[in-house]
């Protein structure tokens, strides 16, 4: 961005401050678009193709990857889109509410079974050895606890930034 210099010292001070924040203000919308476009890619591609040992898309039949792929894709593609889009209304509050969401049930389904034993019997069960078992692990799991797999938590730290991105650019 290119800012017009004018003679006086009130006026380049003022000036100056108006370019500064300016330039900051793009740079980090710049920034938030930029991240949610990076989740949204990231989990469709995650989603739909295998990349083993990464994720593992075998144990999955067609129709829950379309579903998975479907359902997250549209609802992540309208939070992308509505940072794109003039900064009010519908377009100010969604994203504003939608990535906590995304990023409670996160939480609800991957890190709260490695806190409750009881919790995570009921709530991923034998799904979780079944799909999830071979997948690359940051974390090794203790006590028998689940925890999420490589995937899903590089996806929950892009949740985290966005999230974070989202509020510090919308507010």
Same mark, same amino acid.
């Given at each position: 961005m290119n800012c017009i210099v004018f003679r006086g010292r009130g006026k380049l001070r003022w000036l100056w401050k108006i370019c500064f924040s300016l330039q *900051?203000?793009?740079?980090? *919308? +710049?920034l938030t678009i930029g991240f949610a476009f990076l989740l949204l @890619? /990231?989990?469709q591609v995650t989603t739909m193709i295998s990349i083993f040992p990464w994720n593992d898309t075998s144990k999955y039949t067609k129709k829950e990857i379309i579903s998975e792929a479907g359902s997250n894709g549209l609802l992540m593609g309208i939070a992308a889109l509505c940072l794109l889009l003039p900064n009010k209304g519908f377009c100010h509050f969604y994203s504003l509410l939608y /990535?906590?969401?995304l990023f409670a +049930?996160? @939480?609800f389904q991957w890190w709260l079974p490695n806190f409750s034993d009881k919790f995570s019997k009921f709530r991923l069960g034998d799904e979780y050895e079944i799909r999830f078992a071979r997948t690359t692990k940051i974390f090794k799991p203790r006590n028998g606890k689940q925890l999420p797999d490589a995937n899903h938590t590089l996806l929950h730290v892009i949740t985290v930034i966005t999230l974070i991105l989202v509020f510090v650019d919308r507010i």
């Open positions: *900051h203000n793009m740079t980090l *919308h +710049g @890619i /990231y989990h /990535y906590p969401f +049930g996160e @939480i």
